[in-house]
């Protein structure tokens, strides 16, 4: 499978989900008492999350923070790219490895596998 088909079928699953759980919500919003509780609940997340964000809009625009951020995106970037040239190069050294045949009987060797014949040999 090629990588579009595969974020392709990611997309489609986190979709499925998605309707799933809209679903659900639905007929949790049926039940008059669960729904207000539910919309309650919704409404103080709606909250919490615009506090989150707004702190964080203040975060960024600090100058010493933006020059942290600006560094530990820089280091991410460099493990990440440490990560796959190691990849790279073990992959390459795994393609480029010749095969070896199964040892057969018929050649000589003995069955022990990778032991050679010492048959006649004083050691």
Sequence with gaps: MSQAEEWRR??????SLADRFKAHYRETEQ??????????????????LDRVFTSMGRTLRDPEVRAEAKETAGS???????????????????VQRPSEPPASPEEGESAGGDQPDRTGDDG
């Design 10 to 15: 990611v997309g489609d699953q986190m979709g």
């Design 31 to 48: 039940d008059e008492d669960t729904g207000e509780e539910v919309r309650s609940a919704l409404r103080g997340l709606g909250e919490a």
């Design 76 to 94: 991410l970037a460099s493990a990440l790219g440490a990560t796959f040239s190691e990849l790279g190069d073990e992959l390459r050294r795994v």
